[in-house]
């Protein structure tokens, strides 16, 4: 079975700064990778995804993830924060390309600091 | 284009009463997704349409939970008898052959 691990529910950043947020997965077979974000009463939203071709994966709003099939991460980064990124974040792992179901982690919640 | 759009947004109803809810996907989708988000549990998978496949219900979590998708096209997923623990934001998700989700503004559901 596929799971997420993404350790701890909250982060807060001051705008400008680093963000980074993690996740590990499981998974018995080459696995899917998914970042999503959820603004306040609104669905998820695909950042970005990993699907076995480059393992640095960039999206959108100048976010990037990091593949790394030895540490089962799937890091999401951001050089900069600005208050718009102020949401939260789920990491979802798939056997296949998004087209079934999504195992997604808890979700962490983002504060960004002016 | 149309995103993916569900009715209604929010419902209240009372212990044991059923409720449908409903989501259309973006035309021409042929998968068809529905989850679950609530505070314990995050987001579940529930049921999963393919084009004329049998669908995946293997994250429903009762025999109180069905869904049904007419047409290929709109999707209604009912609860029966319903439980204070089936409070929670009911999304929905379409996508195109092998590719990726788009999800649904959800029904925000509070049983009493």
């Known amino acids: 079975a596929q799971s997420v691990t993404q350790l701890g529910s909250h982060v807060s950043v001051s705008e400008g700064a680093l963000v980074l947020l993690r996740c590990n997965y499981s998974s018995s077979v080459p696995p899917y990778l998914f970042w999503y974000v959820q603004y306040p009463n609104q669905g998820l939203q695909l950042l970005l995804k990993y699907t076995s071709a480059a393992t640095l994966v960039k999206g959108i709003n100048g976010f990037e993830a990091e593949f790394k099939k030895s540490e089962t991460s799937f890091h999401l980064t951001k050089p900069s924060a600005h208050m718009s990124d102020a949401a939260e974040y789920f990491c979802?792992?798939?056997?296949?390309?998004?087209?079934?179901?999504?195992?997604f982690g808890k979700g962490m919640k983002l504060t960004v600091n002016p | 284009g149309a995103g993916v759009s569900q009715s209604p947004s929010n419902k209240v109803t009372e212990k044991g009463k059923d409720v449908e809810l409903r989501c259309d996907p973006i035309s021409g989708h042929t998968a068809l997704y529905w989850y679950r988000q609530s505070l314990g549990q995050g987001l579940e998978f529930l049921i999963y349409f393919q084009g004329n496949s049998a669908p995946d219900k293997s994250g429903l979590p009762s025999d109180r939970f069905s869904a049904e998708r007419t047409g290929g096209s709109v999707s209604t997923l009912t609860i029966q008898r319903t439980q204070q623990e089936d409070s929670a934001v009911y999304l929905c998700?379409?996508?195109?052959?092998?590719?990726?989700?788009?999800f649904g503004p959800g029904t925000r559901l509070t049983v009493l």
């Open positions: 979802a792992v798939s056997e296949k390309g998004g087209s079934e179901k999504l195992v």
């Open positions: 998700a379409s996508s195109p052959y092998l590719g990726e989700q788009f």
